[in-house]
């Protein structure tokens, strides 16, 4: 991830700090292996869905460090230790946009000895949604975020050599490899120009269905090996500012990740999945 300005987004409070891409230091992540990584709740009147959710998920699926789940008063007293690491529901807004838009990413981070938040090694961070979005878009999917974040951390002990410059080339490698499986997308994924299974299979002749998160979230639960999905961060309702859209694939068995790009909303390039994206696909 560039760099950008992010707040802690427990609502009750507000941090700002500068969100390093998250390729950290052999010393970072031989740190962060030996530590206790604090979830940190998020206490706003909204954040029912996204504690049960991520609570569950950490118990099934976090098996790479020891962990407990902190409020937001706990985090501000422990983030000193920079021997602890933290997982947090973050706002973050990019430095170059100009007009400031937040979006909500998952962060895993070190604490850090003077408390600052803006010292604060990023390990991994991950986009879920726009700030406005419904916790239920991205919740059901938690469990698979952490599997990445730690597939991501092993990834990175494994090839030392990788860059912030490579990184999302190295992911991309593996998008050919969806061509035997079955890709999920949601109908409200997909851009104008490729909103139907015949627009689609102009440019990505392989297996694609246009499911409902249900579907997706039954696969994830039967660990189907034959399914990938699509994880979309776009604005809910169409607007003419230069906004962000992420577009991820990953395995609904194992969270293996296949593709990962951004572009900045246009009218040549609406919110969604666009043409381009299914053609780098059928490479």
């Given amino acids: ?18 969100a390093q891409n998250a390729v950290p230091s052999p010393a970072t992540l031989k740190k962060f292996n030996k530590s206790t ?10 954040g029912t869905t996204y504690n ?14 020891p ?19 933290f997982l947090a529901k973050t706002e973050v807004v990019f430095k170059n946009d100009k007009q400031k838009i937040p979006y909500q990413f998952l962060n895993l981070m070190m604490g850090n000895i003077s408390a600052q938040v803006t010292l604060m090694p990023d390990i991994a961070n991950f986009p879920l949604a726009y700030t406005d979005a419904n916790d239920d878009n991205y919740s059901y999917k938690l469990g698979m975020i952490l599997i990445f974040m730690q597939n991501h951390i092993k990834t990175l002990e494994e090839n030392p050599k990788l860059t912030e410059k490579t990184i999302i080339k190295y992911y991309n490698n593996n998008r050919t490899k969806i061509h035997d499986k079955t890709l999920y997308i949601l109908k409200e994924e997909l851009s104008s120009e490729m909103n ?7 440019r990505y ?6 499911v409902d998160k249900a579907t997706i979230e039954k696969a994830i639960t039967e660990k189907d090996e034959n399914v990938v999905f699509f994880h979309v961060v776009k604005p809910e309702k169409e607007s003419p500012r230069k906004e962000r859209c992420y577009k991820i694939i990953m395995g609904a068995s194992d969270a293996h990740l296949y593709y ?16 381009q994206d299914f053609k780098a696909l059928s490479k």
Avoid: C
């Fill in 1 to 18: 991830m560039k760099k950008a300005i992010f707040i802690i987004a427990l609502f009750a409070f507000s941090i700002q700090s500068i």
């Fill in 37 to 46: 990584t604090y979830v940190v709740l998020d206490q706003s009147m909204f």
């Fill in 52 to 65: 049960e959710k991520i609570k569950t998920a950490m118990d099934v699926h976090w098996k790479i460090t």
């Fill in 67 to 85: 962990y407990e789940f902190i409020t937001k008063s706990q985090y501000n007293l422990k983030r000193e230790n920079h021997n602890a690491s």
């Fill in 196 to 202: 139907t299974i015949n627009k689609i299979k102009t």
């Fill in 205 to 210: 002749p392989h297996s694609v269905k246009i």
């Fill in 260 to 275: 990962w790009n951004m572009h900045k909303i246009s009218e040549k390039k609406p919110a969604g999945i666009l043409p």
